[in-house]
Structures are given as structure tokens and as C-alpha cells.
């Protein structure tokens, strides 16, 4: 079988699969798609390349095309180091907002690469003053760079700050340090925005729990929440959350509890979707395909707080997936596991088994309070709601009902 006929075939049983959206659907839902995630090559510390390197124009192209309204980049995935600032910088901006415009997409978000480069080695915040004021400066660059696209977010994602050995780095300084540098990027938003006549961007970071550093400073939302409130940034009000998925999960916790965390401080404001394992490597599965249930969960809590976006597709399409295949399966798939899952989270919430059920355990059994507080008798109040806490395993089984369709009558005869 030749590759177009292998392409024909993965054509053929991709309609064969059904449930698929319009582009024009897809549109309606603030989705963004990155450009490092659709440029990925397969490699990894272990793996070789599996595909070749496409461009921005491609990728923006090959995104307005499946639906996918908005897109995202760090500043180096598409300006060389050595361009940064440079005239060379315009022109590749030029270039990007062509093609935006060809597609009928807009910039979301911004993001600064501070963790590949060999002079981040020691992190963003080290402890040479020349690599901190470099830092800074990128921080600044990428600010322009966001607002000369129209973009509303900026991300950060500190992987490098931490260190491989114990004792190396004065942890309490490197935080102040990395904080000075999330000050000159908010300080210099505010003159940039002000000249433009545009609102400031939403500074949002991102937590990892491990890699690429042996030890991560920030390792969760929840160390990120800490951070902002610690009264090192001089515009904590700027600075919020881009939790990721698979990142709260990698440490064994649950992500749903991360985001309600961040939703009670006011500080969930982006969100990268994808997939993986519990405490396993940054394996970036698409989203959906691994814990459909939990995803369904984490929607139901955003849609019942009003969150509806961003959500970036923060994921690697496999090294089995081709080139091809990247934008004809592996994006759109995505695309519409993820709407699906979102327009079922709001049947959830308007499911009457599921609001019956959550009323009675919220009115529960209805014991008046003693006058004095003393006279409580816990066991009493345990007996009289006993019934109502089996409720909890029962809207368990709903959502199960739901996920599958069950609650359709979707059932098997044996």
C-alpha cells in the first residue's frame, strides 16, 4: 500500500468514525492551538524525529482550515535567538499577522522560551546578574511581541527554575529574583499598553511538577497561588494561573481540585488541555484519551463557574502520527473530543437525576439545631442523613451514565 493510499485509508475510516464538527462550530469555543505543538517533531531525550519541521504559515494555515480560532507561540518557536528585537523580528511579526489575517485567526497568547536555550542552564533567575538582566529583557521583548499581535495572555513556565543538586542555588533568593523579573515584564506591559491604547496583558503561569530541572521551585498552581500573595510582585493584581492538565496531574493530585483552587482566588485565567498519567513523565497525550470521566468532571466545574477559555491545546500529536496526519486526525480529533466533552458537562448540569440529587444532599435531612450548641448529638445527625450520603455514589454512576450514553438508552442485550 502506497502513501497515498494509506492516506486515502486513514480519510476513509476518519469519516467512517463520524462526529465530527464544522470548522464553523469549532470556531464558536475559545480554543487556541499552539505552534510548538503542531511543529513538534517527535523527538524527545530518548526518541529521534519523526517528522519534518513545518513553519508558522503552515500551521496557522492548516489551523484556520480545521476551525481552531486563535494560536500561540513562544517568541523562539518563531524568530531565531539571534533575530530577537532585531529588524529581523518585524519582519517575521509582518509575516505572522499575513497569515493570521489569511486564516481568519488571532493571536491569544505569548510565551517566553526560557528553558531550552544553553544560557538558561542555571534558569532564568540565576545567579549571575548579566543572565537575570538578559531574562528580563526577553521578558520585555515578548510583551511587545504580544501586543504587535493583538494577543491578551502572556504565559510563563519556569521549568528551569530549580536546580539538579541540593545546596546549589539560595532558593529564597532565586524566587526573588525570578520575581523581579515577572515585575520588569508587568512594568513595561503598562508603558507598552498605555502607548498603544490597548488593556494590559494577562500575565498567567504555569506550573510543572518535574522537569527539566532535578528540583522545581514552582512546582504546582498551588506553590504558584503562594508565590503571587508572597508580596515579591509589585502587581500581584496582573499576575494569575495557566494550569495545565496533565501537570497537576503528574504529582498524584486531581486536577479538577487544583482548578477550584484557582477559581476561589480569581486567578484561573488560561488553561492548557491535554492528557497523560499519574506520576509519569510530560507524556502530552491529546485530551479525552486517557481519563474521559475526570475530563468531564473538570468541564462541569469550569462551566459551572463561567469559565469558557482559553483552552490551548497544549499537547504532542504521537511520533506514530505523520505530517499529514498531525492536521487531518490528530488536531481535529482533539478538537471535537474536546466540544463534545464541554456540551456534555452542560448536560450535566441540567441533568434533573444529578440536580435531585445534589438539592436533597444540600437541604439534607433537616435536624433542627439544639439552642445550645453543646446539646449537638453527632451521632443522631449521622443517622438521620446516612440515606443522602449514598447519593454520592449514585451521581457517580450518572456521570458514568452520562459519559456513555447509558442515560439514552443506550443499552446491550446478552
Known amino acids: 500500500m502506497n502513501p ?24 464558536k469555543y475559545f480554543i487556541s492551538g499552539p505552534q510548538w505543538a503542531a511543529a513538534y517533531e517527535g523527538h ?28 500561540c507561540t513562544h517568541d523562539t518557536d518563531v524568530i531565531p535567538t539571534e533575530g530577537l528585537g532585531r529588524d529581523q523580528q518585524q519582519e517575521i511579526l509582518a509575516r505572522i499577522k499575513t497569515a493570521l489575517a489569511a486564516a481568519d485567526m488571532k493571536c491569544s497568547m505569548v510565551t517566553t522560551e526560557t528553558f531550552h536555550h544553553a544560557v538558561f542552564a542555571g534558569s532564568p533567575a540565576a545567579e549571575q546578574p548579566e543572565i537575570r538582566e538578559y531574562a528580563a529583557w526577553r521578558l520585555k521583548n515578548t510583551v511587545e511581541i504580544g501586543h504587535e499581535l493583538g494577543a491578551q495572555y502572556a504565559v510563563y513556565w519556569p521549568g528551569s527554575l530549580g536546580y539538579y543538586t541540593q545546596g546549589a542555588v539560595e532558593e529564597t533568593e532565586t524566587l526573588r529574583w525570578y520575581a523581579q523579573g515577572l515585575n520588569v515584564a508587568c512594568e513595561h506591559d503598562i508603558k507598552v499598553a498605555a502607548a498603544k491604547g490597548r488593556p494590559t496583558l494577562k500575565h498567567c ?32 493584581e496582573m499576575v494569575g494561573l495557566n494550569p495545565e492538565y496533565l501537570h497537576e496531574l503528574m504529582w498524584g493530585g486531581a486536577p ?4 477550584a483552587r484557582a477559581l476561589l482566588c480569581g486567578k484561573l485565567w488560561h488553561f492548557d488541555i491535554n492528557d497523560g498519567y499519574r506520576l509519569k513523565h510530560d507524556v502530552d497525550i491529546a485530551v479525552g484519551l486517557v481519563n474521559p ?22 499537547y504532542k500529536p504521537p511520533r506514530t502520527t505523520s505530517n499529514w496526519g498531525v492536521f487531518e486526525v490528530s488536531f481535529p480529533t482533539a ?3 474536546f466540544i463534545t466533552l464541554w456540551e456534555m458537562a452542560g448536560e450535566v448540569l441540567e441533568d434533573p437525576v444529578i440536580k435531585e440529587a445534589t438539592a436533597a444532599l444540600k437541604g439534607g435531612a433537616g435536624v433542627a439545631a439544639p439552642s445550645d450548641p453543646k446539646d449537638f448529638d453527632p451521632q443522631a445527625i ?30 446491550y442485550s446478552l
Not at 5 to 24: I, K, N, W
Not at 293 to 314: A, K, Q, Y
Open 4 to 27: 497515498n493510499q494509506q492516506q486515502a485509508l486513514v480519510s476513509r475510516l476518519m469519516d467512517a468514525c463520524g462526529g465530527a464538527y464544522s470548522p464553523e462550530t469549532r470556531r
Open 44 to 71: 524527545a531525550l530518548f526518541h529521534a524525529p519523526t517528522r519534518s519541521a513545518v513553519g508558522f504559515e503552515e500551521v496557522i494555515a492548516a489551523y484556520g482550515k480545521i476551525g481552531i480560532g486563535h494560536w
Open 205 to 236: 503561569m504555569e506550573a510543572k511538577p518535574f522537569e527539566p530541572q532535578g528540583e522545581i521551585l514552582l512546582p504546582t498552581s498551588d506553590a504558584m497561588l503562594g508565590f503571587i500573595s508572597s508580596g515579591l510582585l509589585t502587581h500581584p
Open 256 to 259: 479538577r481540585a487544583a482548578l
Open 293 to 314: 470521566l475526570d475530563w468531564l468532571n473538570v468541564l462541569v466545574l469550569l462551566r459551572s463557574h463561567g469559565f469558557n477559555g482559553p483552552f490551548n491545546l497544549d
Open 335 to 337: 478538537v471535537d473530543r
Open 382 to 411: 449521622f443517622e438521620a442523613n446516612k440515606e443522602l450520603l449514598t447519593l454520592h455514589e449514585l451521581i457517580a454512576h450518572r456521570l458514568v451514565q452520562i459519559l456513555l450514553g447509558l442515560h439514552r438508552g443506550r443499552v
